[in-house]
Nanobody, 119 residues
Framework: QVQLKEAGGGAVQTGGSLRLSCAAP????????MGWFRQAPGKEREFLAV????????YYADSVKGRFTISRDNTRDTWYLQMNSLKPEDTAVYYC????????????WGQGTQVIVSS
């Protein structure tokens, strides 16, 4: 069982920045790819970014390329999503998720954190 917990959501104005964090159990970085998703009101869940379990590769959705950055801290127990140049359409509930080696789905999810961007 891998329990994840997001933090750092809040309300900002257009053009502002937020940094989301995802707290993970010790050693998670070596066993799981860590992804970020969001779900806006009335829309389907959307993939945003992923950092591979070895930390050597990243992939971003087109909607956030150049604005969002996924990373981990030096202890590799906490994962981040730095969000810059925020827009009203970024308003959503944001989730971190973990995908184990050899698996096709993200099997562990956090509870979500709210992000609201106003003009």
């Amino acid at each position: 069982q891998v329990q994840l917990k997001e933090a750092g959501g809040g309300a900002v104005q257009t053009g502002g920045s937020l940094r989301l964090s995802c707290a993970a159990p010790r050693g998670t970085w070596s066993r799981y790819d860590m992804g970020w998703f969001r779900q806006a009101p009335g829309k389907e869940r959307e993939f945003l970014a992923v950092l591979s379990r070895n930390g050597h590769s990243t992939y971003y959705a087109d909607s956030v390329k150049g604005r969002f950055t996924i990373s981990r801290d030096n202890t590799r127990d906490t994962w981040y999503l730095q969000m810059n140049s925020l827009k009203p359409e970024d308003t959503a509930v944001y989730y971190c998720a973990a995908r184990g080696a050899g698996r096709n789905q993200y099997e562990h999810w956090g509870q979500g954190t709210q992000v609201i961007v106003s003009s």
